[in-house]
Each structure stands twice: as C-alpha cells, then as structure tokens.
C-alpha cells in the first residue's frame, strides 16, 4: 500500500474566522482594491448569513450580498462563488466535501491546519477558539476514525493577553490560553501538530526588533500591542514543548496570504527568520515545515527573488525541515512550462528537496483555483518531467516524507499518542497506520 498524506488543508467555516478582516487582508489590484472596501463587508455579511438562518437580513441575503458577490467574480473569478458557499456551509459539511472531492486522488490521512485570527483584526465576531478544537474532536476527528488529525492553532497574543488577565476582542475574560489549548488538543484530542501564521504580525524570534512595525496593525485599537521580548517567549515556551515531545510545527510561508497589513509578511513571516530558531542547539529536534515553499504566483519561478531558493538551501542546513506545495497554481496550463523549468533548476542544486517536499492541496482555499481537483496529478506530472523523480521518490513526496516530519513512525512520541488516543475511543487503526509500522525502514529511505 501507497501511502497518500494530504499535509495542508482547513476546514474552517465564515463563523470560524473574523471573516471580514480576513477577506480585507487579501492583495487586490487595480479598481478591485478601491472596490474591495465596499464589497467585503457586504459578502462577509452574506457569507455569514447563510450560516445563521435565524439571523438574516433580508436585504443583504436577497439582494446586496449577490450582488455584491457577482461583481467581485467579474474580477477575481468565478471559483470565487464555489468558495463562498464552502465557507457557508457545516464543519462537518466542508469536511465531508473536501473527503468527497479527493476521493478518486486516495488519500488516507488529512490534515487540517486550524487558524486563530481573533486578535489581529479589528473586526471579529466568530466561534470560540477553544469551541472549535472540541467540535473537531467530537466531529470530526472520532467519527472519521483516523482518516483526518488536525494541527491545533497557536496565537502568542492570545496567550499574552490570557496571561495578562486581559478581556478578548468580544469584551469578555479571555479564559484559554493557547498554550493549554494545544497541550490539551496534542495531548487528548486526537491533534498532530501545531499550526503558525507569523504573517499576523509576530517573527519566530527576536521580535523586538520589529516593535515599530506592530504597531501598524490595527489590533482593536492598540490594545493587543505587546514588547517583543514578550512574544519571544512564549513562543519559545512553544517550541521547547514541541521538541520535547515530537510535535511538528507548521507555518505560513509565502509573500502572500492573510496578512496583518500588506506585505507583513516580508516583516513578520520571511522564511530564512526561522534560522534564528532552528540555529538554537535546542531546536536542532524541532520538525518545522515551511508550507506553501515561499512561493507567489508572479515570483516562484525567477530563482532568487523568491524565497524558493532561500528554503532550498536551508533544506541542506536542518535535517528536520520540510516544506509543502499546497496551492501552487500549477492546474493552470500557462503555469505547467514554469514549474517544470523552475523544478529543474531547483532539483539539479538540491537534491535534498526529494526528502523534504511535503504534498499538500490547501482545501478549501484552493477552490478559488479553476481545475483545483486535479492538483495532485498536475503536480506528479511536474515533478515527473525532465525525469526529475523517481516513482520511489513521488511516493515519498505523496506520503513517506510526510511520516517522518509528521512523527509517525514507529517510535515517534506523536506515534504514541495516536495509538492510545485510538485506544481510548476504541477506534481500530486505519489502513495508513498499520502500514506505516509494517516497514519503518522503507519509509525512512
């Protein structure tokens, strides 16, 4: 059996997420950024709606919210409306279409990345974090009885902000800290991993040096504004616990994305910032994956003004560093050629890549993509061409190279965990697992 890993997708709905400060933070171009101001709310609101029957405004449902989301198709898109009624739907419903989409692609194991906005925009109005995590757990992650293991979400503001004793963006005590919301998720909840998105407005270290900057970022009225010696650590307070106990780190890696205010993430999520972890003799353990490789559509393929490169060469450097392809654009036909040439530049210098590649689609996100579902064999057929990967080698990319970031072979303490997690639901082990333990040597090439 062929193990298939998909290690980067969500599964968050418009409820999950302050869903009109995320929209804003996207980049739009030409008469769509003046437009945008304008547009958002009115699809947040029309979004949302749908997921409050009781709460509708007729107006909006009826009338603006159509509209307002037709016009924003004329620019960014038609899949854009396919989006939209992803994020309108049930937790379990985005899962169970993001199960149902794939399943010609065979995939055993999802792994959905959780995302904690709440303290970096102004505006927020979403479940609660810590509500989130146990519908994930109870909906999720049992029934689907070892077909998907998430990565809890980590905010360095919102354990400040519990720790301070300060009230949260909806004006109530903030009661969880992120801190034991992801020992609690790792620990009992059937959770992998943790997920990072420094592009909020936060580096992986040494934060004070970009103090100045944070303040650019309307974090509900300056409230949430802490010294960067503070950030410092309780992320390191983070990664000890990660290595300490096999837990692999994922983070936003890309010059674009939700970002805290445009370009942050040049500021906060630049990839060669983590050597001022990894570089730490006690993180030399630490399982980090850089997703999404640094790239940007209009940037990916011209060597070195990308981050591409950058991580290529880190790669060689820290043997537990990994990074994933999700959304790379490569289901469009003009981008085929780019990525075909751009891998063969990158394949020839760093071979090291074939271990470390890590396949991820980036469900749902992805859906704003035409031909989104047939990311997986567009992208076997790049790294196949110019006979760049072997069949042995795809079938790291497509699983093996993704048990060992993720800990999961034998004697891996995640390995542990899950196994008496199934215990303790009474969950008979999937297909992948057993697998996976069989012949630990042939995953470890």
């Not at 960014?76 to 419903?93: A, I, M, P, R």
């Not at 630490?286 to 790239?295: E, Q």
């Not at 297909?431 to 042939?442: D, L, Q």
């Amino acid at each position: 059996m062929k193990l298939i890993i998909d290690v980067h997708a969500h599964i968050f709905n418009a409820m999950d997420i302050p869903l009109k400060g995320y929209l804003l933070s996207r980049k739009f171009d030409g008469l769509l950024a003046h437009l945008a101001q304008y547009l958002i709310p009115l699809l947040a609101s029309y979004i949302r709606g749908r997921l409050n029957p009781g709460k509708k405004n007729i107006v909006i449902q009826k009338l603006l919210g159509p509209i307002a989301l037709q016009i924003a198709c004329k620019f960014v898109g038609k899949e854009y409306k396919k989006w939209s009624e992803t994020l309108s739907k049930q937790v379990v419903d985005v899962t169970s279409e993001m199960v149902q989409t794939f399943e010609k692609d065979g995939i055993d194991l999802y792994v959905p990345l959780m995302i904690d906005y709440e303290y970096w925009f102004k505006n927020t109005s979403d479940n609660p974090i810590h509500d989130q995590i146990d519908l994930l757990y109870k909906n999720i992650i049992v029934p689907y009885k070892g077909k998907i293991h998430p990565f809890v979400a980590f905010d360095p503001a919102r354990e400040l902000a519990f720790r301070k004793g300060m009230d949260n963006p909806d004006g109530e005590p903030e009661t969880h800290g992120s801190m034991s919301l992801v020992k609690d998720a790792i620990e009992n909840k059937g959770f992998i991993g943790v997920k990072l998105y420094n592009a909020m407005g936060y580096r992986p270290f040494n934060n004070n040096i970009v103090d100045e900057k944070r303040r650019q970022i309307a974090l509900h009225k300056k409230k949430y504004i802490f010294r960067g010696e503070e950030y410092d650590k309780v992320l390191s307070e983070l990664y000890d616990y990660c290595v300490e106990n096999g837990v692999p780190i994922t983070t936003h890696c890309r010059m674009d994305g939700s970002e805290s205010y445009r370009d942050a993430s040049f500021d906060f999520g630049h990839a060669i910032l983590w050597r001022q972890v990894l570089d730490q003799d006690r993180y030399k353990n630490l399982h980090l994956n850089l997703a999404h490789f640094g790239w940007n559509k209009k940037q990916m393929h011209k060597g070195n003004r990308s981050w591409v490169k950058e991580i290529c060469e880190m790669l060689t450097q820290y043997d537990n560093l990994y990074t994933d392809v999700a959304q790379h654009e490569v289901v469009i036909d003009k981008n085929m050629p780019k990525f075909k040439t751009a891998y063969k530049e990158l394949i020839a210098e760093f071979d090291v890549l074939k271990e470390r590649l890590l396949f991820g689609i980036d469900w749902h996100v992805i859906k704003r993509v035409k031909n989104f579902e047939n990311f997986k064999s567009c992208y076997i057929e790049v790294l196949k061409s110019n006979n760049l990967f072997s069949d042995r080698e795809i079938d790291d990319f497509l699983g093996s190279n993704a048990l060992k970031f993720l800990g999961l072979l034998p004697g891996g303490k995640n390995r542990k965990r899950i196994e008496e997690f199934y215990t303790k639901e009474s969950i008979e082990p999937p297909e992948w697992f057993k697998v996976a333990s069989k012949n630990p040597e042939k995953n470890m090439r």
